[in-house]
């Protein structure tokens, strides 16, 4: 409605402008009782249906058997949308859905977008654009299904991806694709379904590649169901395939995805499956729990294993941390942690996390901690906050984009770091992770010399220092595990060994009772 500008009243006719102000009264009142939604294409002699209409005859849902149910907006009452303003470097157009009484699904759509164009402008040298649109895959039993399609372009052309949401409208709680699934453990059972009969929509027959898959939720971040309660699970171009494969999923048929479902599962299952001729949601929601969900989600892994305390005097942690990797034989390397239960912290380092994504992924889905070693690997208390700020900034989206993980560790190269690394840190919610032993494997390429200096200096909360790029590194693995879990010790993650951090704190050691000091001095390459 058009505001009336004070000017365009005249002051000396009272009569006329409280005549003007009756009228524009009784416009609102004429406004507020018209049906919301009879501007959506209605026509005006049709009956407003009532929820009770759409349980007794619900028409059959639309959509394509390899894709997720399609809902008409115009069936949602009121249902328009919004455009996200976006201040960045790169030209971003993404529009999110305004509903009604959804208010909190807009305000998160609106963070979680804003987030995803950031996180692909910092992660991306070579960004160029970011656009994406929205969709709807149910509007039914109390529950909103939002798909989000986007393409970020960067210098090697488009790639197109795929996320959708689910949104409660009583309780206002939004939830990840992963909500679908009951547990970690259901999601790790339809990871191995997925490997078996993922495909490709443009690809040939076995152009997913199953080894990069992994139940984490970076991955399964679209899932919703076909309009027979097939779950679909899509995956971004390029994810898990060559892109130019294009769109990568699996159709799990409904008895089988059943059995993975969490009570959301299945309530969204249900409210896929029926088409919408019209939803509304009639009130706002009863709780507003501004967008929080209790309790992670599937996929969301955490640093930390709840089964091992390192402040029990009976278990002896040590922190393994690796360096300036990922490296082509990490592979080889985790092979190994994982045949003795064995976790480890992963510096890594930004141009080494672009060359093997595949390997951070694999490194987070298995329980050890990712940790931010820079983009670079420059002396960083020789540069600007500004600067500093912007190298650790591209891991952390690096990392998030690929694994979902938000890393609040990080190591700053050759253990280099200043008040302003500590200021810019302690901003970025990152604490500081030095070391106490050094097997200075970067100097001597000699797998026993490596091995011993990491068994012998182990003691009860050490973190030991090595580098994953070296091959005699990876030679001595084994070696070092195996002695290490032989002489009793706990092979834990940093977060695990330090408990709680305080960003921007720098920690050489895990053991209780020892003053911090300063490392040992060594040279150049750590
Ligand atoms: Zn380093």
Known sequence: MKKQSPSSMAPDRPLLTVVLALLVLAGMVLLAVRPSGEDEGRSPEEPPRSAADEEEAPPPAVGDPDGLTVVD????????????????????????????????????????????????????????????????????????????TRVETDSEGP?????????????????????????????????????????????????????????ISSLYDSMGFNPAGDLVVEFDAGQVAPASAGR?????????????????????????????????????????????????????????????D???????????????????????????????????????????VMEHPHTVRRAYAEGHEIANHTLDHPDLARMSPDAVRANLETVQALVYRETGYTMDLMRPPYGSTNETVAEVTADMGLAQILWSVDTNDWRDRKTPVVSSRAVEGASDGAIILMHDIHGTTIDATRSIVSELDARGYTMVTVSQLLGSTTPGEVYTTGTPDTPEGEPEETGENV
């Open 248 to 308: 990568a999923y699996a159709v799990v048929d409904a008895p089988t995805a059943g059995e993975l479902l969490s009570d959301l599962g299945a309530r969204v299952r249900d409210a896929a499956t029926v088409g919408v001729e019209r939803f509304e949601i009639a009130a706002p929601p009863l709780a507003d729990k501004d967008g929080q969900r209790e309790g992670r989600p599937p996929g969301h892994l955490a640093a930390v294993d709840e089964g091992v």
């Open 73 to 148: 907006p115009a069936h949602v009452a009121g249902a328009g949308e919004a455009e996200l303003s976006y201040d960045g470097a790169i030209p971003a157009s993404v529009t999110y859905p305004v509903i009604p009484n959804a208010e909190p699904l807009s305000d998160f759509l609106e963070r979680e977008l804003g987030a995803e164009v950031r996180a692909f402008e910092a992660a991306s040298p070579g960004a160029v654009s970011f656009e994406a649109e929205w969709s709807l895959t149910a509007a039914h039993g109390g529950l909103v299904g939002v798909r989000m």
């Open 159 to 215: 790639r197109e991806g795929y996320t959708t949401y689910w949104y409660d409208t009583a309780t206002a709680e939004h939830h990840p694709s992963t909500a679908l699934i009951a547990g970690q453990r259901e999601l790790e059972r339809l990871n191995d379904l997925v490997r078996e009969t993922a495909v490709t929509a443009d690809g040939p027959p076995g152009a997913v590649d199953t080894a990069v898959l992994h139940p």
């Open 310 to 352: 390192c402040s029990d005097p009976d278990t002896r942690c040590v922190a393994l941390t690796y360096d300036d990797g990922p490296g082509g034989r990490t592979p080889e390397l985790l092979d190994v942690l994982a045949e003795y239960d064995a976790r480890a912290t992963f510096f890594v380092t930004g141009y080494p």
